[in-house]
């Protein structure tokens, strides 16, 4: 009984080793990918559209802070390059 488990064993094993296993593995790889993304996004609460809203217009109004305090600023050391470095 024992001579005939190992051969069974034996056997499994080789039949294991003789067929490819990337192909399988890597695809339920996928595929628990796939399912798990898609469980972690029904879990999301997603925006709705006056929060959407208010923060597009927050962002508009930081780009336009930044955009003005970055000008300014470029003007400024503009002057003081060409009047103390360059001697314009």
């Not at 003005?68 to 060409?82: A, G, M, P, R, T």
Request: net charge positive.
């Amino acid at each position: 009984m024992a001579d005939s488990h190992s051969e069974r064993r034996r056997a499994q094993r080789a039949a294991r080793l003789a067929r490819p296993q990337a192909a399988p593995v890597e695809e339920r790889r996928k595929s628990n990918f796939f399912a798990e993304s898609w469980a972690e996004l029904r879990k999301v609460e997603w925006p709705g559209q006056n929060q959407v809203i208010q923060g597009t217009i927050v962002v508009l109004i930081a780009c336009l802070v930044v955009g003005v305090y970055l000008y300014i600023n470029d003007q400024v050391w503009k002057q003081v390059v060409s009047k103390l470095l360059l001697g314009q």
